[in-house]
């Protein structure tokens, strides 16, 4: 027998609302660029990533994991290998003036987000500065063994040193990121290659055949 009411229908789930992950991971990367590792907050990145935190959680992981990802991004998108022409000194010219282009684009922030995400972290992230660092010394060895290849081939002499010479483009790159963040231009930074390259060591002459008696 009816009692004559009529059942309630059941309220209607709500939709989880969507999100693209790659803009996500985009828009995470340029926080962690702007304002670096230590200083952005899971609140800052949900904010520009569109998403609430139990979203970032679930898609990426703490912000450890989001950030060892937006690293990679990085890498992917801004990464410069140091090309294998035929002399490293036009190789690490042409990657210098990549790097001055790229450090001024107007499209991101200004600089190496390797160089930059960890200048500032406490002691809790520290994992993270060594990871970068660590990342930033590899850098700085392949270009020693890029000198070395042009050692080796006889267009350096063979006293030239190389890791000194690496040591020295490394901190030619570091000071163009800084100065990239102080707002310098692609001009400007162009100059600081310019002189970069002014200092590449002579090329070995060749033997000069003496004269027959």
Not at 68 to 76: G, I, S
Not at 197 to 205: G, I, V
Request: glycine share 6%.
């Amino acid at each position: 027998m009816s009692s004559g009411h009529t059942p309630a229908k059941a309220a209607p789930k709500r939709s989880r609302r969507a999100f693209d992950r790659d803009q996500a991971l985009a828009a995470a990367l340029r926080e962690f660029w702007t304002h670096g590792y230590e200083t952005t907050s899971v609140a800052s990145l949900t904010a520009a990533m569109g998403i609430n935190p139990p979203s970032l959680y679930a898609a990426f992981g703490d912000k450890r994991q989001l950030f060892d990802e937006a690293v990679r991004l990085y890498v992917r998108v801004h990464g410069v290998p140091i090309p294998q022409g035929q002399e490293a000194r036009s190789d690490i010219a042409t990657m210098l003036r990549h790097l001055a282009a790229d450090y001024t684009d107007p499209s991101h922030p200004p600089g190496c987000l390797i160089i930059t995400a960890a200048s500032n972290c406490g002691p809790g992230s520290q994992d993270v500065k060594a990871k970068l660092r660590d990342m930033r010394e590899e850098a700085k060895a392949a270009i020693a063994t890029r000198i070395r290849a042009d050692i080796d081939a006889g267009l350096l002499a063979a006293n030239v040193d190389a890791d000194g010479l690496a040591a020295f483009y490394a901190a030619v790159i570091q000071g163009m990121n800084q100065q990239a963040c102080d707002g310098a231009g692609r001009d400007a930074l162009d100059r600081v290659v310019d002189a970069a390259m002014a200092a590449w060591p002579q090329a070995p002459r060749e033997a000069v055949p003496s004269a027959p008696c």
